[in-house]
């Protein structure tokens, strides 16, 4: 695990305790061919909006730690999407009492296998520092956001819950 510390736009100036964290959600870049190690640096140099997430995990497996796990990332908050049927954690899981990890390249491929295993290993490290976060959520299903898209169908995420044993 690399870590490129994110902009200080990306997450809140305001310490939480690592206790107050319950979610793990799960997001996508929206992007093809992208990688962890750029989207660390796009948010490190170049970020200029309320955006960021704690984790980034490309198709190859490489993972950047992107926010420190005591700081709310920029990245589940927002209206709800009213034309989905998203958003069950809606205003129960908040950039407050979660960890956000965006999965890279993810636009027109479903996650590798090496990618599964470091999402593996990322959720593995929230809950040693966050012994709390035991829900395992899509962005989706807290705003109704399309995201990530290709795992708002529910096999497809419970395939995807299979490969990280999250179920």
């Known amino acids: 695990m690399k870590t490129i510390k994110a902009k200080p736009i990306s997450y809140s100036p305001a310490k939480r305790k690592r206790t107050d964290v319950k979610y793990i959600v799960i997001h996508y870049t929206a992007g093809n061919g992208d990688t962890a190690v750029n989207n660390g640096n796009y948010f490190k140099n170049v970020n200029t909006r309320y955006a960021g997430a704690h984790f980034f995990v490309d198709q190859r497996g490489d993972i950047v730690k992107s926010i420190p796990l005591n ?63 035991k829900t395992i959520i899509r962005h989706y299903d807290v705003t109704g956001k399309m995201c990530p898209a290709r795992m708002v169908d529910e096999l497809k995420w419970k395939k995807f819950l299979k490969g990280i044993n999250a179920i």
């Open 71 to 133: 700081r709310e990332a920029w990245a589940v908050g927002g209206a709800m999407y009213t034309n989905t049927k998203g958003g069950k954690y809606y205003r129960r899981c908040t950039n407050f009492n979660s960890v956000s990890i965006e999965l890279c390249d993810n636009l027109a491929k479903d996650p590798s296998r090496a990618q599964i295993r470091a999402v593996r290993k990322v959720i593995k490290y929230i809950k040693r520092f966050c012994p709390n976060a």
